[in-house]
């Protein structure tokens, strides 16, 4: 790993190998007991078009390092370079009810820059991609959850940025949806170049979904391992060979968990 | 249908030939699929009929009115309260009614409190809005001019005539002294509950689209307060329509013309109680109409284009 200077100076290269390059990064947040240590030294990098998850037990801080990532906060040390602004999704689909589905999508582009003319048949495709086609007008209320969480995405990729963050954006859906979404998320980032880094408590959704896992220790958060997944990707939660490798990272994830029982 | 042909293509067990492209296997059905789950958990929900509108809505309010004014008949003509000063009869009132509309001064009086009203109201809009926006978002000023504001509205505007008539002189610009004293703290306050209000994940959601600083303000914190500021609006309106009617019942004087308020300070000077009766039914009813014309149906439209009205 590269020294934070060395990172520095070679900036220009460094940001077409890393859609996000996080260089140990400490956080803190001031608790009832003095200052608490959120996530510890953590150095990860992410390259352009992959996709990591990573994983963790509460309290290991991950929506927490997604945050600083996404630049809604700052780290108490260390360094973080993305390659342009981060878009974010979130458990919950974060949509502005006083918009229609596709004008959410609009005022994304909006925020971009785009000009209005274009705006609409901008968001009329994002709506296609994410199979929503014809539901431009839809109030957010009329919609259900997964096709929410689907208008989320499609503002998310709105922001063509190259590194999406999502914190455990299906977490709330029920199984059968959040099958199906697995499948299209797969598809859309297969079809797009972006990297992706998504934050989850569910061993199975990270293997499904990813090219490498990355597991995190709970207070402070540190990354305790890594898997690269190399099953072939249309995959199948139920494939054998995800939930052999779930068996492998949940008794890891587990043993994390127990050294917080013994103290 | 679509669920039958999936699990036909994963039994068959294509990992060694992906379809690639796709990216899902059996990727063709997860359109189908997806199409499925939308119609299965999507609600519809249509207007309801005019008719049980009607018979909820409309149907009581009129059985009351009927029923006040039943009550009011009986106790006059069952010579309850037979003296006619301290009670009019609803025919007297109606007569009092009959007899300024054929003067044509009746649509006069509504009129000159009416347009009072809603110029002073909309004076305190473009001031209680910037207010509101300020003590809201700047941590200084609200803790400055915050509680005394929160306490201005606790204060009886009619409290404000006197200074008012002091400063000002018996004039219109009084008047609108006092609706904005009552009317600004009103606006002011409800676009700040309605920015407290605004739920932290949009404005985390609006930062990471870029909408930070004034276009923050304008494209997420503006419209997601917006129900809050339309209460503060209707609170608003019932506060320059009292403030008004408290100036007018004090503030006399030929050059003022005659509203509401003269109207039932007329009334009490001349002894004619059905004056003052016609006077107070009528600030009542201009008063609801106002509400039940522009603020109910403004803050309906607030609410159901978010799903928040619930119907019941």
């Given at each position: 790993m590269a020294t934070t200077t060395l990172a520095k100076a070679a900036e220009g290269t460094e940001t077409v190998q890393h859609a996000a390059r996080i260089e140990h990064v400490s956080k803190s947040f001031a608790g009832p007991a003095g200052q608490q240590l959120v996530l510890d030294d953590i150095s990860l990098d992410v390259a352009p078009g992959e996709f990591v998850t990573l994983l963790g037990a509460s309290g290991c801080g991950k929506s927490t390092l997604l945050n600083l990532v996404a630049g809604l906060d700052a780290p108490s040390s260390g360094g973080i370079t993305t390659d342009g602004r981060p878009a974010l999704m979130f458990q919950e689909h974060a949509l502005f009810p006083w918009l229609t589905a596709g004008k959410n999508i609009e005022l994304a582009l909006k925020l971009r820059g785009v000009p209005k003319n274009e705006r609409r048949g901008r968001a009329e495709e994002l709506l296609e991609l994410v199979?929503?086609?014809?539901?431009?007008?839809?109030?957010?209320?009329?919609?259900?959850g997964g096709m929410r969480q689907r208008v989320a995405l499609a503002r998310a990729l709105a922001q063509e940025s190259k590194l999406l963050l999502m914190d455990e954006p299906f977490a709330a859906l029920d199984a059968i949806t959040r099958d199906v979404l697995h499948d299209e998320l797969t598809r859309i980032w297969r079809e797009t170049n972006l990297s992706v880094l998504f934050v989850t408590h569910n061993v199975r959704e990270a293997v499904r979904l990813a090219e490498r896992v990355v597991l995190l220790s709970s207070r402070p958060g540190r990354i305790a391992r890594e898997w690269r997944v190399d099953i072939p990707q249309p995959r199948r939660i139920e494939d054998t060979a995800v939930a052999e490798l779930s068996v492998e990272i949940t008794e890891q994830l587990r043993g994390e968990i127990r050294r917080h029982g013994k103290h | 249908m679509a669920s039958t042909e999936t699990s036909a293509v994963k039994d068959g067990d294509t990992r060694e030939a992906p379809d690639a492209k796709d990216g899902v296997r059996g990727g063709g059905d997860l359109a189908g699929l997806e199409a499925g789950l939308d119609a299965l958990e999507t609600v519809h929900t249509g207007r309801t009929p005019f008719r049980e509108t009607f018979v909820r809505k409309i149907l009581p309010p009129l059985v009351a009115i009927a029923l006040v004014l039943a009550v009011w008949q009986a106790l006059v003509s069952f010579k309850i309260v037979d003296d006619p000063s301290k009670l009019p009869s609803p025919g007297a009132v109606w007569g009092e009614i009959e007899d300024a509309w054929l003067q044509g001064t009746l649509l006069e009086y509504i009129w000159t409190s009416v347009s009072r009203g809603l110029f002073g109201f909309l004076l305190a809009l473009v001031i209680g809005t910037p207010l509101g926006l300020l003590v809201s978002r700047v941590r200084f000023v609200r803790a400055a001019i915050g509680p005394i504001l929160s306490g201005l509205q606790s204060l009886p505007s009619v409290a404000w005539v006197p200074p008012a008539v002091i400063w000002l002189g018996l004039n219109d610009q009084m008047m609108y002294a006092v609706i904005l004293l009552g009317a600004v703290p009103s606006i002011a306050n409800g676009l700040v509950s309605g920015v407290d209000q605004v739920p932290p994940l949009f404005l985390r959601a609006g930062r990471t689209l870029g909408a930070t600083g004034v276009r923050g303000t304008w494209h997420i914190v503006m419209p997601a307060a917006l129900p809050g500021y339309v209460a503060g609006l209707k609170q608003g309106w019932a506060f320059s329509w009292r403030s008004l009617m408290a100036a007018e019942i004090i503030a006399q004087h030929p050059?003022?013309?005659?509203g509401l308020g003269q109207l039932l300070e007329n009334g009490r000077n001349s002894s004619s109680m059905s004056m003052v009766f016609l006077a107070i039914l009528l600030i009542l009813v201009v008063g609801i109409a106002i509400d039940l014309l522009v603020f109910s149906p403004l803050e309906r439209w607030v609410l159901r284009s978010r799903g928040l009205l619930v119907k019941s």
């Open positions: 199979r929503l086609g014809g539901a431009h007008g839809k109030r957010v209320h009329e919609l259900s | 050059d003022l013309g005659t």
